[in-house]
């Protein structure tokens, strides 16, 4: 059974530039969450994904965005990158809507922004 | 005021001893409850969920909740330096957990000494 699948694990960019962290959830669960992880932190909520579309957002600029696609994988791009955007990206996986859902982590993609 | 509250630690436990975890919510609604254990570098790990007042209990863990106080729990018995990691708590409010929402305290490092 296939968790959920983050790429790429570790990567670097340099201040003003974009990335672009991929995400294939769980088998079996349509739903996508992605969190930013700061240094010393609990995850922080940055919006969720499903049926391709954009359900809630958390407290984040418009600088992050991201998509869904048909096989409910998913993608988070950052663009304008801060130095405080360096964190540790982590995609999580549910299925369907409702209260109480448990969400799956992957292992997550450390950017660092230099 | 943090919405979930943990303290940070790090908690040192002797090998074989009882480790104690506490988190305390703001949200009087909030329905659902989570333990994640990271070990350093790595993503959250779920361990225990749970949605009901009292004990709940898997393996040598057990969660207690008391939604009357805000007050969930998070024993380790018989504790062993496999379980040395920081420790999340995470708490689910409806309606935005429903969008796999969760929000997350800072965690409690547990340091279990041989």
């Known amino acids: 059974d296939a968790g959920v699948t983050q790429s790429p694990t570790h990567l670097i960019k340099t201040r003003g530039q974009q990335v672009t962290l991929r995400c294939s959830p769980k088998?079996?669960?349509?739903?996508v969450s992605w969190y930013q992880q700061a240094l010393g932190q609990g995850p922080q909520f940055i919006f969720q994904?499903?049926?391709?579309?954009?359900?809630q957002r958390g407290n984040f600029p418009d600088r992050f965005s991201g998509h869904q696609f048909p096989n409910y994988s998913s993608e988070l791009n950052v663009n304008a990158l801060l130095l405080g955007d360096s964190a540790l990206y982590l995609c999580?996986?549910?299925?369907?809507?409702?209260?109480?859902?448990?969400?799956?982590f992957g292992e997550g993609s450390w950017l660092t922004v230099v | 005021q943090k919405e979930v509250e943990q303290n940070s630690g790090p908690l040192s436990v002797p090998e074989g001893a009882i480790a104690s975890l506490n988190c305390t919510y703001s949200?009087?609604?909030?329905?659902?409850f989570f333990w994640y254990r990271q070990y350093s570098g790595k993503s959250p790990e779920l361990i225990m969920s749970?949605?009901?007042?009292g004990d709940k209990e898997d393996g040598r863990f057990t969660a207690q909740l008391n939604k009357a106080s805000q007050y969930v729990s998070l024993l380790i018995r018989d504790s062993q330096p496999s379980d040395s990691a920081t420790y999340l708590c995470?708490?689910?409010?409806?309606?935005?957990?429903?969008?796999?929402?969760?929000?997350f305290g800072a965690g409690t490092q547990v340091v279990v000494t041989p």
């Open positions: 999580a996986s549910s299925l369907g809507q409702g209260t109480g859902n448990t969400i799956y």
């Open positions: 088998s079996g669960h349509d739903t």
């Open positions: 994904y499903y049926e391709e579309e954009e359900r």
């Open positions: 949200d009087r609604v909030s329905q659902s």
């Open positions: 749970i949605y009901s007042n």
């Open positions: 995470a708490v689910g409010t409806p309606p935005t957990d429903s969008w796999g929402k969760l929000q």
